[in-house]
């Protein structure tokens, strides 16, 4: 994966957390990963097909999610809020890479999970790239790997 | 094509464009007249007292012989339009006037055909007031005098109607006439609008950079080039005028097919569907595009950046004004802009770590790269057998490796980088099956762009240090000294990036009697060191605090004299070799035989891993995996005649006991 | 004017309900994927649907067609994250009278809305005729 296409989901990030004025979002320097990935509290995955082939996911802990659900107006948080909120962020991100990547750039429904211990089988390709994305005090990972 | 016309005074044009006009029209009332009043020949027959009938005849065969000759002069010169005007009604008027006095003078009922006369030469030649009226008096004229001249008996009543219809008819042809030299100005006024209308568009079409044309739906799928383009489409796209083809079949020899069909949704966008202007202008699929433009011999890559502006015509249908420019040398600008300030943010990274850094470490770090790359000139040089070759290589490879642990230790990333890509370009040259001596040379460029790095790097160091105003000799002192504290710098950084939590622990560092100048050898097999035991032997924090330990892991370090020797105890208490990747990883490489894998025990699996070329690292990083880094440990401290021992219990610890006589150090 | 929100998440419907608040339109129904926006839309027959494109069973732009094959003069107002010029593009040259990518801000909806119910208004009856009018003199 190319450090450019990095930074076009980064922008994704950037772009999502616009809408919330009051609080800057800041991301750190990204790292390769290959095994032993990060899973925090919620975790939404995505799967990318087309001329890049992969997949990416957001995983971030129970507090930054209810502070997301809480900026976006709606509430109180519970479990279907969060896994429907980090969904809706994972998919906004993949989502707005296509403004860049093109029609060939497909995503799919984002699969949402919790905790560690999960049974999925990542689509993402191999090494793939994290970048810590810090809101609010907290932080949570964005993993992409494509070919 | 009517061209400068603009410059002829607009009077002085019109008069030609009339007399034209009028020439035009006089040859038509010319030829009605030659092919008519020889027809009445045979009305004459039918209505004409016998003895009138042969006069009438010849009246009516020489007037139409003059009228023939008058019409081939007609058509070889259109001057005197309205002279041949007058011609033609006294000559008609004559007749008709001589043949009404010879059928009973006012009396008789024949001057109708005057009324056809006026009709004929008065309305159909646009003559405007004056010579209409003076066409119908004339006319008028030559009817009273003839048969004044040759009076019959007369009733007057007949006379006055005679007249009345005269004038009348006189008057209605005047005003028609009139009217038509009013159109005929308009007309001509209009045209005139029209051509200098076309000037100006034709001077601007041409002198525009952009390349300009105007796009119609004909059908569905069919969105065809309007007729008027600018010279620089034909410039931009190399190609003959567009004008009338289709949008799309015009543009496809440019673009990939992908394009095109996105192109023709968008084109089906615009022109169907209810769109403004932002959508226009944000969904434009050509905004800036790479072209294959054919020119006259080879094929040139141009950036294109097309327009598309919404035109509504006077019809109501939709159109489009496509502007076309060539953004080659903007974009190019852009990119060389974009580079420009690449290099100045590596530059002002590279200041910045240097800043951080000792002036002892810096001088230091200056030094080592020194040899290193004289090492590597040296290797590249060499001109013997295969052997030799691949000797060479391990050696640019293992000067390399160094020079960039070196850079990492400092900071300096792209530095670092660059030597990455550069020990990249060596791993394929040591996997190539057949090496000869030119492949070499091959890296002789790459190794140019590290000097380059290298100079930039050595320019700062010394802005610095002058700026610092310290002498290179002030600084030897604490090169060894500083050691430690860089060491953890590294540590710090690595553990980060592998999501790993590291501290260092120097215990003693006692370095008495060493020179200054064993600081690079020293460092680089701690380097080396750290490097291999956060990549492979300490574990992930979760990891640790599952098997009971802390979740931080430790190096711990202690350096002092021993004797003659000076003595490195390295230790980290991570989870130790991986016996069963080693083997993997050794069968895979063939390094491990198959059918051999009983023999291999521990004791014998971890000398493969100071075998030059081997790793267990899956994917080679910054940090480790390019399988020199214990290669290289064991290297250096055998040159210089040291001694090391390893002692380790898995899951739990490695420790590095290094010997190497002091006296050796002195030399270095 | 009938509204009918769709999207897979309830946070988005929740939070395009409190936009459209504002514009005191009456929202008539919502749905949470395309099978099921098909079945509300033929029951509402709403006037206005805002529809995501991402979302399982079947996607936005499967029940845009099918909704514009039940009420072809119904505005479908499509709000998804993807954003390639393609994808938009098609979306309307297959009948969507608007665009929207995520994340939405309120006045983007509320003006967009607002030019969607001028374009109905001025497509239908005398006005069309008047502005015919208006062009040719």
Redesign the interface.
């Known amino acids: 994966m190319k450090e450019a296409d990095l930074s076009v989901y980064s922008g994704g990030v950037d ?2 957390f ?2 919330f004025p009051d609080s800057k979002v800041v991301m750190k ?1 990204h ?6 990935f ?1 899973f925090l509290d919620y975790s939404a995955i995505i799967g990318i097909s087309g001329s890049r082939k992969g997949g990416l996911y957001v995983t971030v802990p129970t507090a930054m999610i209810d502070d997301l ?1 809480t900026a ?3 509430g109180p948080a519970d479990d ?2 969060r896994k ?2 980090i ?2 962020v994972a ?6 890479a ?2 860049v ?5 497909k ?1 799919s ?1 984002p699969i949402v999970v919790t905790g560690e211990k999960h049974n999925i089988e990542l689509p993402v390709a ?2 793939a790239m ?1 970048i810590p994305v810090e809101w609010k005090g907290h932080t949570s990972f964005l993993v992409v790997g494509t070919e | 094509m009517r061209k400068k016309r603009k410059n002829i005074p607009k009077s002085e044009n019109f008069s030609v464009y009339l007399n034209k006009t009028r020439n035009d029209w006089l040859k038509i009332v010319s030829m009605l007249s030659f092919t008519l009043i020889p027809t009445f020949i045979v009305l004459d027959y039918i209505v004409m007292p016998d003895e009138l009938f042969a006069k009438f005849m010849i009246f009516r065969l020489v007037v139409s012989g003059i009228l023939i000759i008058q019409y081939i002069i007609l058509r070889m010169s259109s001057r005197y339009a309205s002279l041949h005007g007058l011609f033609i009604t006294i000559l008609a008027g004559t007749m008709i006037a001589l043949m009404t006095n010879d059928l009973g003078g006012f009396d008789s009922g024949y001057y109708a055909g005057l009324n056809l006369v006026m009709m004929a030469v008065v309305i159909l030649v646009p003559w405007g007031f004056a010579h209409g009226i003076l066409n119908a008096l004339t006319i008028i004229g030559i009817y009273a005098i003839v048969n004044v001249l040759n009076l019959h008996s007369f009733q007057i009543e007949n006379l006055i109607n005679n007249m009345y219809f005269l004038f009348s008819t006189a008057l209605i042809a005047v005003s028609v006439s009139q009217i038509r030299l009013q159109l005929l100005r308009k007309e001509f006024d209009a045209n005139i609008h029209l051509i200098i209308a076309k000037e100006e568009q034709d001077t601007i079409m041409n002198s525009v950079d952009e390349g300009l044309f105007i796009v119609q739906q004909e059908k569905e799928d069919e969105y065809v080039i309007g007729s008027q383009q600018s010279e620089a489409v034909t410039q931009i796209l190399g190609t003959s005028s567009l004008a009338g083809k289709g949008f799309l079949e015009a543009l496809s020899p440019y673009f990939p097919e992908k394009i095109i069909t996105d192109l023709a949704e968008y084109l089906f966008m615009i022109f169907n569907r209810d769109v403004d202007n932002d959508l226009i202008r944000d969904l434009n699929p050509l905004e800036k595009l790479e072209a294959d433009i054919p020119s006259e011999l080879e094929i040139e890559n141009k950036m294109l950046k097309f327009e598309f502006k919404p035109i509504r015509q006077m019809s109501g249908e939709k159109s489009y004004l496509i502007s076309i420019k060539d953004v080659s040398k903007e974009v190019e600008m852009e990119n060389r802009m974009l580079n420009n300030e690449i290099k100045a943010e590596h530059e002002s990274q590279m200041m910045l770590a240097i800043l951080q850094q000792g002036p002892a470490m810096l001088q230091d770090f200056v030094h080592g790269v020194e040899t290193e790359i004289s090492d590597i000139e040296k290797a590249i040089s060499t001109d013997n057998n295969t052997e030799e070759l691949s000797d060479a290589i391990e050696t640019i490879f293992r000067a390399a490796h160094s020079m960039k642990g070196n850079a990492a230790l400092l900071n300096l990333k792209f530095f670092a980088e660059q030597l990455d890509v550069f020990e990249e370009k060596i791993i394929e040259l040591r996997d190539s099956d057949k090496l000869v001596r030119e492949d070499l040379q091959t890296i002789e460029s790459d190794l140019d762009i590290i000097k380059e790095v290298y100079t930039t790097l050595q320019g700062l160091i010394k802005n610095i240090q002058e700026f610092q105003g310290k002498k290179e000799t002030e600084t030897q002192e604490t090169a060894l000294e500083s050691i430690p504290g860089a060491l953890t710098e590294l540590v710090g950084r690595i553990s980060v990036e592998l999501g790993k939590k590291v501290r260092l622990i120097a215990e003693k560092t006692d370095f008495t009697g060493l020179p200054a100048s064993s600081a690079y050898i020293i460092r680089d097999i701690l380097v080396q060191l750290t490097r291999n035991s956060i990549t492979h032997g300490l574990e992930e924090p979760e990891a640790r605090v599952k098997s009971g330990k802390d979740e931080t892991g430790s190096i711990t370090l202690n350096m002092q004299p021993d004797g003659d020797s000076f003595m490195i105890d390295y230790r980290d208490d991570g989870k130790s070799f991986d016996f069963a990747a080693i083997r993997k990883k050794g069968l895979e490489s063939g390094k491990i035989l198959e059918s051999e894998v009983e023999q291999w025990n521990d004791t014998k699996l971890l000398k493969l891993i100071f075998d030059s070329g081997f790793s267990t690292a899956g994917e080679s990083t910054m940090h480790a995996g390019r399988g020199v880094g214990m290669d290289i440990v064991k290297q250096r401290i055998k040159n210089m005649g040291g001694d090391f021992k390893i002692k380790y219990r898995q899951g739990e610890y490695t420790e590095f006991k290094i010997t190497i006589p002091i006296k050796v150090l002195q030399e270095v | 004017m009938k509204i009918m929100i769709v999207d897979d998440s309830t946070i988005v419907r929740t939070v395009i309900k409190r936009y459209l608040a504002i514009t005191k339109d009456e929202i008539v129904a919502y749905a949470a994927n395309g099978v099921e926006a098909i079945e509300r839309f033929k029951e509402h027959l709403p006037d206005l649907v805002t529809l995501d494109i991402t979302m399982p069973e079947m996607n936005g732009l499967e029940a845009l067609e099918r909704m514009l094959e039940i009420k072809p003069d119904a505005s479908i107002l499509m709000i998804s994250a993807l954003s390639s010029k393609d994808t938009v593009v098609k979306a309307i040259n297959m009948g969507a009278a608007g665009y929207l990518v995520k994340p939405v801000e309120a006045h983007q909806l509320i003006d967009k809305i607002k030019a969607i119910k001028e374009a109905a208004n001025e497509g239908s009856g005398f006005k069309r005729i008047f502005r015919w009018r208006r062009q040719l003199l």
């Not at chain 1, 998919?91 to 707005?96: E, F, L, P, R, S």
């Open positions: 772009n999502y616009k809408q320097d790292y390769p990963m290959e095994d032993k990060v659900i976006m107006g709606v279907a809020l429907d909120m969904g809706e998919n906004n991100i993949a989502g707005n296509g403004e990547f093109g029609g060939d750039f995503i429904v191999i090494p994290t």
